[in-house]
Nanobody, 115 residues
Framework: QVRLVESGGGLVPPGGSLRLSCAAS????????MGWYRQSPGKQRDLVAY???????NYADSVKGRFTISRDNAKNTVYLQMNNLEPEDTAVYYC?????????WGQGTQVTVSS
């Protein structure tokens, strides 16, 4: 059974930082591309960042220079370091594992940026 479990969300003031983690089980983690997505109420789920099995990365323009995605294949975990957070970053953040058209999603973790 495939499981992706996100953690690390919470309430943070503008300018603050958070690190999200997504722990995977039930898959050969190292061969999957991993992505972080986010969804705000009434909006579609958008890509934030992804990292391939070869560790190539890509970011949404809105987070470039502030967010960093990384992976630890020994721990079956992908991370999203978020710095200089803005109120517009408030959303539920989801991780996704992708391989040859097969996708698995986590349950999401809430990030709220507010003073």
């Amino acid at each position: 059974q495939v499981r992706l479990v996100e953690s690390g969300g919470g309430l943070v003031p503008p300018g603050g930082s958070l690190r999200l983690s997504c722990a995977a089980s039930g898959i050969i983690f190292s061969i999957y591309s991993m992505g972080w997505y986010r969804q705000s109420p009434g909006k579609q789920r958008d890509l934030v960042a992804y990292i391939t099995r070869g560790r190539s990365t890509n970011y949404a323009d809105s987070v470039k220079g502030r967010f960093t995605i990384s992976r630890d294949n020994a721990k079956n975990t992908v991370y999203l370091q978020m710095n200089n957070l803005e109120p517009e970053d408030t959303a539920v953040y989801y991780c996704k594992a992708s391989l040859n058209g097969n996708e698995h999603w986590g349950q999401g973790t809430q990030v709220t940026v507010s003073s």
